[in-house]
């Protein structure tokens, strides 16, 4: 049997701390808890983990100092740069985290639901190819086929398919939902997706990426009425949902 992944928290609030815990082993990670930022180094430096799951708001060392500190220790030894994933409690920390300026792979903002963080360590991984995430209990014999996704994205046409259907869209609903069909899961801040949708974002609003999330919707509920494709985070953004039903056949 594979080891089992590594996964390296910092967080020093012992509640959060077990509860991560608790999700990543039962999922079959092995998860080590540090409380502090000097810890969090000292295990780094003695075992690079998998993966690392950074809060913010640490006591002794911001998250972003210490994401920079881990990836010292792992320049300095030659190392394969470990995948990091932040966790914030404020909306002004995910504005930082989502610049990107960092070059952390994602960010989980509080409150989190555990199944998503879980589910977020296992996209990081498997993106980063660096460990291979354990599968998920309850464990299939033999693995299945992967099933057709419900979206197909054919960016020279610049067409989507959902369920089979061309889906007819505005070009900023296509550009919306090119975005979240390129990056399951990924959580996008409306401040991010009119960066990255509209032409001139500073005439552009929150609440015009709400209006067309809003007729996107509708437009993909008209197709499979029983699914939501696209979740909402409060007072965050966007993302789109990584457990859809996929194609029947
Ligand atoms: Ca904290």
């Known amino acids: 049997m594979p080891p089992k992944p590594r996964i390296l928290i910092a967080e020093d ?6 509860t991560l815990q608790y999700v990543l082993r039962s999922d079959g990670f092995e998860p080590v808890w540090c409380a502090t930022a000097e810890d969090t180094i000292k295990s780094f430096a003695a075992e690079p983990p998998a993966l690392a799951i950074l809060d913010v708001g640490l006591p002794d060392l911001n998250g972003f100092e210490l994401f920079k500190r881990l990836q010292g220790i792992t320049r300095a030894a030659g190392g394969v740069e470990v995948p990091m994933i932040f966790l914030t409690a404020r909306s002004d920390e995910i504005d930082r985290v989502v610049g990107l300026e960092l070059g952390a792979d994602d960010y989980v903002a509080k409150p989190f639901s555990p199944r998503e963080l879980v589910a977020r360590v296992r996209t990081v991984l498997r993106r ?12 299939a014999v033999a693995a299945p086929t992967p099933a057709p996704q419900p979206f197909v994205l054919d960016a020279e046409r610049m067409q989507i398919r959902y369920y089979g259907r061309v889906l007819d869209l505005s070009r900023y609903e296509y550009g919306l ?12 801040t409306r401040d991010e997706l009119l960066q990255l949708v509209w032409d001139d974002a500073s005439e552009s609003f929150d609440r015009t990426v709400d209006a067309h999330i809003k007729t996107l919707r509708a437009k993909l509920k008209a197709i499979a009425p029983e699914v939501e494709p696209i979740r909402t985070l409060r007072g965050t953004g966007y993302a789109l949902n990584e457990e859809l039903p996929s194609v029947r056949e």
């Not at 609030?13 to 077990?18: F, L, M, R, T, V």
């Not at 980063?128 to 998920?136: E, H, N």
């Not at 939902?177 to 996008?188: A, C, I, N, T, W």
């Open 128 to 139: 980063s190819g660096r460990a291979q995430a354990p599968v998920a209990a309850p464990v």
């Open 13 to 18: 609030e012992s509640g959060i701390a077990d």
């Open 177 to 188: 939902l090119r975005l979240m069909v390129q990056r399951p899961g990924r959580v996008f």
